[in-house]
């Protein structure tokens, strides 16, 4: 099992009562296997449920875990951005805090990290309804298309980031949840930095529900990755 000196680990929340505990301690049973130094950072997007009382009930119990807490539902983009930019470690870890990933699978992203500053995982036999998966199907082809970053499935939530890329590339804008993936890939990218890809199981969700995008979020991002490719050019 491969180990780095320092490791930031993060989980993007939103009314996520029911699995948080559970992503969470099954974060701290590998953790520490691979690295001495570690932090764990949810970032609380608006929650309207018990996800906060849950996770300080964790945070009493475990100082290496902090939470940050947004006072309404900003959007996933927002949340990813308050993880990467509150990171405080050599490489930085994300996955989603409903329990559809298996942290232990971590270790893949790991072994690519002597050959990548970026390992983006793509989802093996995605969990989630017919629509979602034509939409992210549709999605990752456009990115490809107008950005050039030739991914397998450009929304994965689970990826491995040196916080080196973070710090050197461009501050990241996307508020939409579909948009800060394209624009974090697409910069790393341009600044010369080295991606990769893992296969990564995708699990169905076992409490909560999922939030799905309306029609007129998703034509905007449509726009918002126009507008990224004509920035980048």
Not at 139 to 151: D, H, Q, S
Request: proline residues 3%; hydrophobic residues 40%; contains cysteine.
């Amino acid at each position: 099992m491969k180990k780095v000196k320092s490791l930031s680990v993060f989980f993007p929340v939103h009314n996520e009562a029911g699995n948080i505990n559970r992503v969470i301690e099954s974060t701290l049973a590998i953790l520490p296997k691979l690295t001495k130094k570690w932090e764990i950072i949810v970032v609380n997007d608006g929650s309207t449920d018990k996800t906060g009382q849950v996770v300080e009930k964790l945070i009493e119990k475990e100082p290496r875990i902090r939470m940050i807490t947004h006072n309404r539902n900003y959007g996933y983009g927002s949340a990813l951005k308050d993880g990467f930019y509150n990171a405080s470690y050599e490489w930085i870890v994300f996955t989603d805090g409903d329990g559809q990933f298996d942290f232990g699978e971590v270790t893949k992203f790991l072994e690519k990290a002597d050959q990548a500053d970026l390992v983006i995982g793509y989802r093996i036999d995605r969990q989630d309804p017919f629509i979602r998966k034509l939409f992210g199907w549709g999605w990752t082809f456009l990115a490809n298309l107008l950005l050039g970053i030739k991914v397998k499935d450009v929304d994965c939530g689970f990826k491995l980031v040196k916080k080196e890329v973070i710090d050197a590339i461009p501050r990241l804008a996307s508020i939409r949840g579909g948009m800060i993936s394209p624009e974090l890939l697409a910069k790393t990218k341009k600044a010369g930095f080295k991606i990769t890809q893992v296969g990564v199981h995708h699990f169905p969700r076992q409490e909560g529900k999922q939030t799905g995008a309306e029609l007129k979020v998703i034509f905007e991002s449509f726009l918002d990755l126009a507008k990224l490719w004509w920035q980048l050019r």
